[in-house]
Nanobody, 125 residues
Framework: QVQLVESGGGLVQAGGSLTLSCAAS????????MGWFRQGPGREREFVAA????????YYTDSVKGRFTASRDRAKNTVYLQMNSLNAEDTAVYYC??????????????????WGQGTQVTVSS
């Protein structure tokens, strides 16, 4: 089992920044990496970013490239999502998720086993 606790969401003006954190505990060695997803009002859950624990390789959906940065602190078993230049389209509940132990299709939510509770990000225009 892996437990995920997210923090850092909130209300921010357009153009502003937020950093989300996701602290993992439990059998974290069993996960190859972590993903960030979001679900906006009336929208399906969508992939945002992912990071490989060991190599630190990162993956992003096109709409956040150049604005969002995923990182990890292996000593703290924590991943981060630095979000800059936020706009109204970024308003959503953001979830972190832990993948399984093997190679995954990072963009597919079905590849992730454990999920955090979600944190709300609201961008005001």
């Amino acid at each position: 089992q892996v437990q995920l606790v997210e923090s850092g969401g909130g209300l921010v003006q357009a153009g502003g920044s937020l950093t989300l954190s996701c602290a993992a505990s439990g059998r974290t060695f069993s996960t190859i990496g972590m993903g960030w997803f979001r679900q906006g009002p009336g929208r399906e859950r969508e992939f945002v970013a992912a990071i490989n624990w060991s190599a630190g390789s990162t993956y992003y959906t096109d709409s956040v490239k150049g604005r969002f940065t995923a990182s990890r602190d292996r000593a703290k078993n924590t991943v981060y999502l630095q979000m800059n230049s936020l706009n109204a389209e970024d308003t959503a509940v953001y979830y972190c998720a832990a993948a399984g132990p093997y190679g995954v299709t990072w963009t597919s939510p079905n590849q992730y086993i454990y999920w955090g509770q979600g944190t709300q990000v609201t961008v005001s225009s």
